[in-house]
């Protein structure tokens, strides 16, 4: 995939991200936070078998034994990362979580790169990631104060 689709699906992706702690948090109110991430997960599943099964790759898990250890975590940073967002959109608001969660995740980000961690190419920290960091962290304090 070219650098500007990329770009383009990923802000589209983040876009929908903000929808889904409300979206979760209403359906938590109902039924738990953890039922709620549960049949957050048990949809997002079904989703995936469906496009699976229509893109004929459902047969296509032969390679699975040969994936480290550390490449089956996914699915629990997931269900964390939901159970979190739902737990806490109703203190810090839809602007709250999304700021603290990309904060978060940059800076994890830049620091797997820097190391080269999980099978990705190592890249410098340079000063400028360090500013981007440092203004990401100022601009998530920024949201939660006014909350």
């Known amino acids: 995939m070219d650098r500007l689709s990329a770009t383009l699906l990923?802000?589209?992706a983040g876009a929908a991200l903000a929808t889904q702690a409300p979206i979760n948090l209403r359906l938590a109110r109902s039924i738990g936070t953890w039922p709620?991430?549960?049949v957050s997960f048990t949809v997002g599943a079904l989703v995936l078998f469906v496009i699976c099964v229509v893109a004929g790759r459902l047969?296509?898990?032969?390679?699975v034994g040969g994936a480290p250890w550390w490449a089956f975590v996914g699915g629990a940073?997931?269900?964390?990362?939901v159970t979190s967002t739902i737990s806490t959109v109703g203190t810090l608001g839809a602007g709250g979580i999304a700021a603290t969660a990309i904060a978060g995740q940059l800076t994890a980000s830049v620091v797997?790169?820097?190391f080269g961690l999980f099978g990705l190419r190592s890249s410098a920290l340079t000063l400028g990631k360090v500013a981007g960091?440092?203004?990401?962290a100022l601009g998530a304090w920024l949201?939660?104060?006014e909350r």
């Open 10 to 12: 990923m802000t589209g």
């Open 36 to 38: 709620a991430a549960l």
């Open 59 to 63: 047969t296509n898990f032969s390679g």
């Open 77 to 81: 940073i997931g269900a964390a990362l």
């Open 112 to 114: 797997i790169d820097r």
């Open 133 to 136: 960091i440092l203004l990401l």
């Open 143 to 145: 949201i939660l104060r």
